[in-house]
């Protein structure tokens, strides 16, 4: 199966909390991250966790991991018209020197 | 603040063309990829490179080659262009190999291949 799973697409009204989920295989993944794709241009870090955290909160932006079920979700608050974007999830392969595992990315559509 | 940047933004390619992209950072950083991205598929890493002079393999590799001649450029060439490499193509670089390390992308080239 794949490294790093994600729905493609979500739909959220304007106002309303956004929650994108993602599963993972890697258990010896150290870092985890969320990128953010804005149409036509390249990928953009929006935070990111290490394995040895629960959450982590940034403003809007809240970070989920369960490690056990290999579950990391990013919940974005009071979704704006600007958050339209696709979301990656992506995970480390420890060194890192081969790069991340990305999934292949969740296109958040907001309705007004 | 340039950070990296990729030329050219888009081409398109005859079956059996060759072309150059390049990618460059101004952040000193030692790690460099390239990567493609596919509709409905996430970041697939074609190359990397772990310091000026250094090139390694990713997950797809094959029809492309690369050279860091130096630290700041890392070159993706196609030698005999096929209409299965139509993509975009991002350039990523990191300071170094740490997992906690943050990965720059370039704004990415749309590549078309008739």
């Known amino acids: 199966g794949e490294d790093v799973e994600q729905s493609l697409f979500l739909s959220v009204r304007e106002g309303d909390s956004s929650v994108i989920n993602c599963t993972y295989t890697?258990?010896?993944?150290?870092?985890l991250y969320w990128y953010k794709q804005e149409p036509g241009a390249g990928l953009q870090l929006l935070t990111y966790?290490?394995?040895?955290?629960d959450m982590k909160q940034d403003q809007r932006l809240t970070v989920l991991l369960n490690k056990k079920d290999k579950h990391l979700s990013l919940r974005i608050a009071d979704t704006q018209t600007g958050d339209s974007a696709i979301y990656f999830c992506?995970?480390?392969?420890?060194?890192?020197?081969?790069?991340?595992?990305f999934g292949k990315g969740t296109h958040l559509i907001i309705q007004p | 603040n340039a950070g990296v940047t990729q030329t050219p933004k888009f081409r398109v390619l005859k079956t059996g063309q060759s072309m150059t992209l390049l990618c460059a950072q101004d952040?000193?950083?030692?790690?460099m990829y390239w990567y493609r991205q596919d509709p409905g598929m996430g970041l697939r890493l074609i190359h990397y490179?772990?310091?000026?002079?250094?090139?390694a393999k990713g997950e797809v590799p094959d029809g492309y080659n690369v050279s860091r001649l130096k630290k700041q450029n890392f070159l993706l060439g196609l030698e005999s262009a096929a209409p299965s490499q139509t993509s975009v193509y991002f350039c990523a670089s990191t300071e170094y190999g740490g997992a906690e390390t943050e990965a720059f992308f370039g704004q990415g080239t749309r590549l078309t291949v008739v």
């Open positions: 890697d258990s010896s993944s150290t870092y």
């Open positions: 952040m000193n950083h030692e790690y």
């Open positions: 490179s772990v310091g000026e002079g250094t090139t």
């Open positions: 966790i290490f394995s040895n955290m």
């Open positions: 992506a995970e480390s392969k420890g060194g890192g020197a081969d790069g991340l595992t």
